[in-house]
């Protein structure tokens, strides 16, 4: 069988996936991962690869499966004007985040297809998907093709659409792997080593009911982050 790529972010969703598939379904995988060192989270995200994929070794019967993880660094992704215009063209249209401009760009760069990417139904939103695939509602995935937004994504294989963060929890838990899993990284704005509690995949987190120790600064952060945003809100309407 063909060794599966994935992208690895260190996250739950990601590295749920690795871990069924190594542990569970006796498959290859070479992960993937794009090094941007202006975020705040990409020490522990690496920190968290490395501890999730010694957990890995540690065991005989998987010993190998896991290849060493593939690093890119996000400042070596060259430009490539039609991906981004079609980027742009879709963000106009529905939801998107940024980092499918730069993902797509560095697949046509690479030479990357079937990369997988453990994108959830409820992170994925619900007109990106109806702009993607056929018929999500039914579990039908499959491209449309008579929409211009599949190119951007014709990359990627999509495996947790129709998993959700709760089912992997107990998935894993009766699989044997929830303690490595455990060991994942989520948070986009740690602080003081401890997730934030407020930023989106935090939001996502509590939505899962894991039991995880949030720092208690992130109240009062987040109050004053909002308090500077509505400040320079004011400042422009009054410009």
């Given at each position: 069988?063909?060794?599966?790529?994935?992208?690895?972010?260190?996250g739950w969703?990601?590295?749920?996936?690795?871990l069924d598939?190594?542990?569970?379904?006796?498959?290859?995988?070479?992960?993937?991962?794009?090094?941007?060192?202006?975020?705040?989270?990409?020490?522990?995200?690496?920190?968290?690869?490395?501890?999730?994929?010694?957990?890995?070794?540690?065991?005989?019967?998987?010993?190998?499966?896991?290849?060493?993880?593939?690093?890119?660094?996000?400042?070596?992704?060259?430009?490539?004007?039609?991906?981004?215009?079609?980027?742009?063209?879709?963000?106009?249209?529905?939801?998107?985040?940024?980092?499918?401009?730069?993902?797509?760009?560095?697949?046509?760069?690479?030479?990357?297809?079937?990369?997988?990417?453990?994108?959830?139904?409820?992170?994925?939103?619900?007109?990106?998907?109806?702009?993607?695939?056929?018929?999500?509602?039914?579990?039908?995935?499959?491209?449309?093709?008579?929409?211009?937004?599949?190119?951007?994504?014709?990359?990627?294989?999509?495996?947790?659409?129709?998993?959700?963060?709760?089912?992997?929890?107990?998935?894993?838990?009766?699989?044997?792997?929830?303690?490595?899993?455990?060991?994942?990284?989520?948070?986009?704005?740690?602080?003081?080593?401890?997730?934030c509690g407020?930023?989106?995949?935090?939001?996502?987190?509590?939505?899962?009911?894991?039991?995880?120790?949030?720092?208690?600064?992130?109240?009062?952060?987040?109050?004053?982050?909002?308090?500077?945003?509505?400040?320079?809100?004011?400042?422009?309407?009054?410009?």
């Amino acid at each position: 069988m063909n060794t599966i790529k994935l992208l690895w972010t260190g996250g739950w969703d990601s590295s749920y996936r690795l871990l069924d598939l190594a542990l569970y379904r006796n498959r290859k995988v070479q992960p993937i991962y794009v090094l941007d060192p202006r975020r705040k989270s990409y020490v522990y995200e690496l920190r968290a690869m490395a501890n999730i994929r010694a957990g890995i070794e540690a065991r005989a019967e998987a010993r190998g499966r896991v290849a060493p993880v593939r690093v890119y660094l996000r400042s070596d992704i060259l430009e490539d004007p039609n991906i981004t215009e079609r980027y742009q063209r879709l963000a106009s249209e529905v939801h998107v985040g940024t980092q499918y401009d730069w993902l797509a760009r560095l697949c046509e760069q690479e030479g990357l297809r079937d990369l997988e990417l453990s994108l959830t139904g409820h992170e994925a939103g619900t007109e990106l998907q109806e702009r993607l695939f056929r018929n999500p509602q039914y579990g039908d995935f499959r491209f449309r093709e008579d929409d211009f937004a599949w190119e951007l994504f014709q990359y990627y294989r999509f495996p947790l659409l129709s998993v959700t963060k709760e089912a992997m929890k107990y998935d894993a838990e009766a699989k044997g792997f929830l303690p490595l899993l455990e060991q994942s990284w989520f948070c986009h704005s740690p602080i003081l080593g401890q997730p934030c509690g407020h930023c989106q995949p935090c939001r996502f987190s509590r939505e899962s009911r894991r039991t995880i120790q949030y720092s208690r600064l992130g109240p009062f952060l987040e109050l004053a982050r909002r308090a500077r945003s509505s400040l320079r809100s004011t400042r422009t309407a009054s410009a």
